[in-house]
T-cell receptor, first 112, second 114 residues
Framework: GNSVTQMEGPVTLSEEAFLTINCTYT??????LFWYVQYPGEGLQLLLK?????DKGSNKGFEATYRKETTSFHLEKGSVQVSDSAVYFC???????????FGGGTRVLVKP | DAGVIQSPRHEVTEMGQEVTLRCKPI?????LFWYRQTMMRGLELLIY????????DSGMPEDRFSAKMPNASFSTLKIQPSEPRDSAVYFC????????????FGPGTRLLVL
């Protein structure tokens, strides 16, 4: 079946540091891939997405590239801010339906 | 647009009581999802609807849980009777038919069963 594996947190960084959160997936067909972000006390928000191989999703300084050869969708940001402290979820869309399969989430804490 | 609306935002109840969580999806969205989030189990999909019809309820933990969607603008998730292990944050999300995969989440209902 479909599954998403992402690195466990928490990830603690200093402001302006480089952030990478690894995400790999297992899926049949050609799923779409997503990163959602959950700020404290809020619901999840779509951060970025990619719908086919080699696509790069980007938003708010975050980027992720759909790598079919390595079944990965790693999230990166070159210079994090305290406001980026949140839980980040990698997810994939089951090609035949509308269900999202989520990874376990990675908590990121950025210290000033 | 007001986004997905959930009520109540917080609920504290005693074991054995009935709990009803409510959700209003974004107008025009065809899909509605109920999720549960806990530290131990992460984010779990409980059930989802398409055009008010339940499509997949395989994530509903047991018969104590039920969900309805009587019309396109309202859904409920009911727990009867509630147990302490039901304590969690419950999220409702909705999505349009196109792009089908982008889900919009509500702020969640934090449930504590004593």
């Amino acid at each position: 079946g479909n599954s998403v594996t992402q690195m466990e947190g928490p990830v603690t960084l200093s402001e302006e540091a480089f952030l990478t959160i690894n995400c790999t997936y297992t899926a049949t067909g050609y799923p779409s891939l997503f990163w959602y972000v959950q700020y404290p006390g809020e619901g999840l928000q779509l951060l970025l997405k990619a719908t086919k191989a080699d696509d790069k999703g980007s938003n708010k300084g975050f980027e992720a590239t759909y790598r079919k050869e390595t079944t990965s969708f790693h999230l990166e940001k070159g210079s994090v801010q305290v406001s980026d402290s949140a839980v980040y979820f990698c997810a994939l869309n089951k090609a035949a339906g509308n269900k999202l399969t989520f990874g376990g989430g990675t908590r990121v804490l950025v210290k000033p | 647009d007001a986004g997905v609306i959930q009520s109540p935002r917080h609920e504290v109840t005693e074991m054995g009581q009935e709990v009803t969580l409510r959700c209003k999806p974004i107008s025009g969205h065809d899909y509605l999802f109920w999720y549960r989030q806990t530290m131990m189990r992460g984010l779990e999909l409980l059930i989802y609807f398409n055009n008010n019809v339940p499509i997949d309820d395989s994530g509903m933990p047991e018969d104590r849980f039920s969900a309805k969607m009587p019309n396109a603008s309202f859904s409920t998730l009911k727990i009867q009777p509630s147990e302490p292990r039901d304590s969690a944050v419950y999220f409702c999300a909705s999505s349009a038919a196109i792009p089908v995969e982008t889900q919009y989440f509500g702020p969640g209902t934090r449930l504590l069963v004593l």
